[in-house]
């Protein structure tokens, strides 16, 4: 119930269309019932020439009316006058389905619209442990196939449950007025066939959550496999690939089996126990005609209103099923939904003024699962210093640093910028100051210009030209087959290594922080492409304040400080020179790992 409140609550702004649709749900229905009641002076009137005869007294007055006047007809007339009703009903029912079921289905798409806006912008605003934790597949297909079935829920599970209620209730009536004794033998009927049938929505439902499970599965497969295709490639593992994923496909078909099978058995079921209603029917009101209460037609209406009672009944638990399903995917879509992001802005956050004195982490511990990665962390930036961090792989470096982003929240100590707790700023005024160039260049599949652009529109063309020149890309991007224009892959594939990097700090450049955050590339690039890149660099970091992660000597040797990191702990600070004299880890670190490297440079 709850999960119905929570779809209908997105729906809330399509009230008036709502009800619109049902006010034509029911009068379509309406007519059906006046359709149906032709039988009763065809088969009497027209095909037998008998008057009509209702059972019991209690007639309204326009009905009596109407019944003695037919009675006086005579055949011929008669048919006409049927024959040009029935037209015109079946005219205003047609239209009237028509309208409401459009009605339904424009609701249907603009909710599913919502939610899917709803849903895609409650994920951009995660913080980062959840896309730590949560496959991109999962996210996809929440988004897709889950959107979907509720799309499918609402058009048809709500107009149908409405629809078919009236549907119910018109011919519960009819059954119900011309003879409440049969009537009620036959609705015993009604809950012996509902009851099992509402049990196995249940297990539905069930099943409904292993399939999107395994749908999850499927996409996160899928692309996980396209997205390393040269690795999977690289290392001939196309067949493996393909046998992990026909496994999974498998298991997802056995799935949608099984639900299958139940459903399709839901039809046989119910028919099954109509017919023995109906029969039962047949055997009792035959006895009435035959002794005269009743005439043939008004029999015969019985009979039809009570085989039309089966249609909604039947679909009324088909579509409570269905629902049973569709609630799956509304707990799951809702489940992120109503997710909050760890890393949330407090109410009484203030805007950050521009920077002007110091960074400091003081006591800073940071774990992202059970073990702490920054094991108390203090130390203090002047603004306009640049600080190198070294050490070894694992040792928390980008950790330390994204915390300054506020992509996270230290566990414990805290981060002040000019004395300000970070958790007391507006998190996109801190993000305005700050500048990343990321360990791995992200890139869009999009134009050159839009990737150094990103995030920033205001920015003139030949601002984005220059900043291309200080990052040493404007040379290369010119000679790109678009220039500027040219697109440039998923996460820019069609880019080398260097040029990505390249790119990358073009958009720093243009962003110009007063704080920047450069996580040097691991990867090792040819000399030339290096130079090009570190001449960047050091045009980047002139006049800022600089976190460098140094994986290299000669960036390292830049600094005006360095700090050496191992374990989550700062275990050496000072200059390269100091640290030299010192022959501690950075001595060790030097001559192990740097030397190559700062030899050749
Ligand atoms: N999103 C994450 N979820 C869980 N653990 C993580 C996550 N990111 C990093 N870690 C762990 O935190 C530790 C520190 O990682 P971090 O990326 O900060 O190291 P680093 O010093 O930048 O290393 P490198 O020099 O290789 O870039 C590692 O042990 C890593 O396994
Ligand atoms: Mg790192």
Not at 496 to 505: D, F, P, T, V
């Amino acid at each position: 119930m709850e999960l119905y409140k929570k779809v209908l609550r997105v729906a809330r702004n399509y009230k008036g269309l709502l009800i619109l649709a049902i006010f034509f749900m029911f009068f379509s229905t309406l007519t059906d019932g006046v359709s149906l009641g032709m039988l009763v002076p065809i088969s009497d009137k027209v095909l037998n020439n008998h008057p009509i005869v209702f059972p019991g007294t209690k007639l309204p007055a326009f009905l009596t009316q109407l019944i003695n006047k037919v009675n006086s007809m005579n055949p011929q007339p008669l048919l006409i006058w049927i024959s040009a009703i029935v037209l015109v009903l079946i005219a205003i029912k047609g239209l009237t389905f028509y309208i409401q079921r459009l009605i339904m289905e424009v609701i249907g798409q603009r909710v599913i619209r919502d939610l899917r806006d709803q849903l895609f912008t409650k994920i951009q605003h995660m913080s980062l442990d959840f896309f730590s934790n949560t496959r991109v597949g999962e996210l996809v297909s929440r988004l897709t196939y889950d959107i979907y079935v509720i799309r499918h829920a609402f058009t048809e599970g709500i107009a149908d449950s409405v629809y078919y209620s009236f549907q119910l209730l018109l011919y519960l009536g009819i059954v119900l007025f011309i003879n409440f004794k049969l009537a009620l033998f036959v609705l015993v009927f009604l809950p012996g066939i509902s009851w099992p049938l509402l049990k196995l929505g249940k297990r539905l439902r069930k099943i409904s959550r292993q399939i999107q499970g395994k749908m999850a599965d499927l996409n996160s497969r899928m692309q996980e496999a396209f997205v390393s295709m040269n690795i999977v490639k690289a290392f001939s593992m196309e067949k493996e690939e393909v046998k992990r994923f026909k496994a999974l496909n498998r298991d997802f078909y056995k799935l949608i089996l099984k639900s299958m099978r139940r459903t399709l058995f839901l039809n046989p079921a119910t028919e099954f126990i109509a017919g023995a209603g109906g029969i039962a029917v047949l055997v009792i009101g035959g006895r009435e005609v035959i002794q005269g209460r009743m005439s043939f037609g008004v029999f015969v209406y019985f009979l039809g209103a009570l085989m039309a009672l089966m249609k909604p009944v039947k679909r009324l638990i088909k579509v409570y099923n269905f629902n049973q399903v569709a609630m799956a995917a509304v707990e799951r879509v809702f489940e992120i939904i109503e997710k909050e992001p760890t890393v949330r802005e407090s109410e009484s956050a203030i805007d950050l003024p521009l920077p002007c004195k110091d960074i400091v982490f003081e006591n800073v511990w940071f774990k992202y699962e059970e073990d702490f990665v920054l094991k108390g962390i203090n130390l203090k930036v002047d603004m306009g210093e640049i600080v190198c961090l070294v050490g070894p792989s694992g040792a928390g470096k980008t950790t330390l640093l994204s915390l300054l982003l506020r992509f996270y929240d230290p566990t414990e100590g805290r981060i002040l910028i000019d004395g300000v707790d970070l958790r007391d700023v507006r998190i996109d005024s801190l993000r305005r100051y700050v500048g990343l160039v990321t360990q791995e260049p992200v890139l869009f599949n999009d134009t050159v210009y839009n990737n150094i652009a990103y995030g920033m529109k205001d920015k003139s063309p030949q601002e984005v030209e220059q900043a291309a020149k200080i990052a040493n890309a404007h040379e290369f991007i010119v000679r790109l087959p678009q220039g500027y224009d040219t697109v440039i892959g998923e996460r820019g594939v069609k880019l080398s290594g260097g040029e990505k990097q390249r790119i990358a700090i073009a958009r720093a450049v243009l962003k110009n922080p007063p704080i920047l955050i450069l996580d040097e590339a691991t990867a090792q690039l040819d000399a030339d492409s290096e130079l090009k890149v570190q001449e960047a660099i050091q045009r980047l970091i002139q006049n800022r304040t600089v976190f460098l992660i140094a994986h290299r000597l000669s960036t390292a040797r830049r600094a005006d400080r360095i700090v050496v990191m191992e374990e989550g702990r700062i275990v050496e600070e000072g200059k390269h020179e100091e640290l030299l004299a010192r022959n501690g880890l950075y001595c060790k670190y030097y001559r192990y790992q740097f030397q190559d490297v700062g030899g050749k440079l």
